[in-house]
């Protein structure tokens, strides 16, 4: 009797966890559905609610719905120079950074569907880190860690470390 109290007991463990988990619901997006290319490289949400995707094709935004792409077009004033985009950052104003397949350096403004190019590094760039106060910093390959402050007009980039 006893046995078979702890056997109803054990069970009742095992199956516990999996009635109180909530379902999941997958979906799969493919090119069909918008998305500029099945190779994704990098994620990041904003702060709109909008999930953000860097492929070989472009950068995708998602809004729950569907796809917008942003890449070169022909014909646009857009500094961007390559399609392929390896990873994303945001930083405290929402503007996106990015790094494309040749480690250079972009900024992108949502509001103006705008690409800057960041041209005041001195080497290709290693990694991008953005912190809730707005700075920006860039680590290159060189060793040199840059520290980019964004006001109203210009970017102002110090240069803090010199591994040489």
């Known amino acids: ?55 070989w094709n472009g950068i995708c935004r998602f809004d729950g719905h569907s796809f917008i792409t942003y890449r070169i077009q022909p014909g646009d004033s857009n500094d961007l120079a390559t399609n392929r985009i390896d990873d994303i950052k945001i930083d405290a104003h929402n503007q996106l950074w990015l790094l494309d397949d040749e480690n250079s350096l972009y900024r992108f403004s949502p509001e103006n569907s705008k690409f800057d190019h960041f041209a005041s590094q001195t080497a290709p760039v290693q990694n991008i880190f953005t912190l ?33």
């Open 132 to 164: 809730s106060d707005g700075d920006t910093w860039v680590f290159q390959t060189d060793g040199r860690l840059l520290r980019i402050r964004p006001n109203e007009e210009t970017m102002d980039c110090l240069q803090i470390l010199n591994s040489s």
């Open 1 to 55: 009797m006893k046995l078979y109290l702890h056997i109803i007991i054990l069970v009742l463990f095992i199956c516990m966890p999996s009635f109180g988990q909530p379902p999941h619901i997958i979906t799969r997006y493919n090119i069909e559905d918008g998305i500029s290319q099945q190779t994704i490289t990098s994620i990041t949400k904003d702060r709109k609610g909008y999930m953000w995707f860097t492929t």
